[in-house]
T-cell receptor
Framework: DAGVTQSPTHLIKTRGQQVTLRCSPK?????VSWYQQALGQGPQFIFQ???????QRGNFPDRFSGHQFPNYSSELNVNALLLGDSALYLC????????????FGPGTRLTVT | AQKITQTQPGMFVQEKEAVTLDCTYD???????LFWYKQPSSGEMIFLIY??????QNATEGRYSLNFQKARKSANLVISASQLGDSAMYFC?????????????FGKGTKLTVNP
């Protein structure tokens, strides 16, 4: 049973560019959440997707957007990249009727130069 | 608003000894859940243990146990018989229910180093 997978593993972008990160949830999970983890900090909630809709959003600008597909996989898009967007981006999946565990993926480490 | 405080930036423990990682929380929700995650240098967040606010007994999962003191709003993680592979960052998190969906609010973490 595959866990949560994310791609790519690492990414280097230039300030002002756009980036798309991808996540496939654990089998049987229908809810995907995205978190940003800056160096030396705990993860910060970006947003959550369920039934292809953004269900909840954290305190992040509109440059951060997402999408969920019918197979429950998800994308995180960041436009007009800033140096401060450099972080580890974690995807977590859960079953909407049972939030006792959120399974996290290995993350995508984004570096903006 | 929910908040998690982890006051120990770093902890050291000898192999085979027990260690307690502190976590205090602040919430106005009558029902909530507390989580502990381990994050090795590889970056993946590994779920360790969960405690519901109405659970009567402290949660245990193998060598991990959660010392839940509701009145003090603390949820300390106890790792027994530490192993070298336990060296990692440890994060405490609280579940926040908002608008019918749930998210996790994390603390800043504690870096645990297990010495041989």
């Amino acid at each position: 049973d595959a866990g949560v997978t994310q791609s790519p593993t690492h990414l280097i972008k230039t300030r002002g560019q756009q980036v798309t990160l991808r996540c496939s949830p654990k089998s049987g999970h229908d809810t995907v959440s995205w978190y940003q983890q800056a160096l030396g900090q705990g993860p910060q909630f970006i947003f959550q997707y369920y039934e292809e809709e953004e269900r909840q959003r954290g305190n992040f600008p509109d440059r951060f957007s997402g999408h969920q597909f019918p197979n429950y996989s998800s994308e995180l898009n960041v436009n007009a990249l800033l140096l401060g967007d450099s972080a580890l981006y974690l995807c977590a999946s859960s079953f909407t009727q049972g939030f006792h565990e959120q399974y996290f993926g290995p993350g995508t480490r984004l570096t903006v130069t | 608003a929910q908040k998690i405080t982890q006051t120990q930036p770093g902890m050291f423990v000898q192999e085979k000894e027990a260690v307690t990682l502190d976590c205090t929380y602040d919430t106005s929700d009558p029902s909530y859940g507390l989580f502990w995650y381990k994050q090795p240098s590889s970056g993946e967040m590994i779920f360790l243990i969960y405690q519901g606010s109405y659970d009567q007994q402290n949660a245990t999962e193998g060598r991990y146990s959660l010392n839940f003191q509701k009145a003090r709003k603390s949820a300390n993680l106890v790792i027994s018989a530490s192993q070298l592979g336990d060296s990692a960052m440890y994060f405490c998190a609280i579940r926040r229910l908002q608008g019918g969906s749930e998210k996790l609010v994390f603390g800043k973490g504690t870096k645990l180093t297990v010495n041989p």
